[in-house]
């Protein structure tokens, strides 16, 4: 896991990107389309990728959406670009998905 000092460091250079969170024709999270978008985004250079960011839909997602979300991310990702989690909305719900994205790593 990055440490809050590491994470400082990497998200203050380079390119940071938001990768738009994919859904199928029932608007149900579609891992595989998710997962390819992230591998073609990952030789680009950025030095953090932001799952469930703000241009990711966080705040469209059902917590198990989310948490699907996040664990594609992490599994697709790992070892080549770090991952932040987006997590808002209400007090209690953001700190549930602070806390489930530090769960998925």
Do not use: H
Request: charged share 20%; hydrophobic share 40%.
């Amino acid at each position: 896991m990055t440490t809050p000092q590491e994470l400082k460091a990497i998200v203050s250079e380079g390119l940071l990107s938001f990768p738009v969170t994919d859904f199928d024709q029932n608007g149900d999270f579609n891992a595989k389309s998710y997962a390819a978008r992230l591998e073609w985004l990952a030789p680009y250079g950025a030095t953090a990728l932001f799952a469930a960011g703000g241009t990711g839909e966080f705040f469209s997602l059902a917590p198990d959406e989310y948490s699907d979300v996040i664990r594609t991310a992490v599994q697709t990702c790992k070892g080549k670009v770090p991952i932040l989690a987006g997590a808002g909305g209400p007090t209690r719900t953001a700190i549930a998905y602070a806390q489930e994205a530090e769960r998925q790593g």
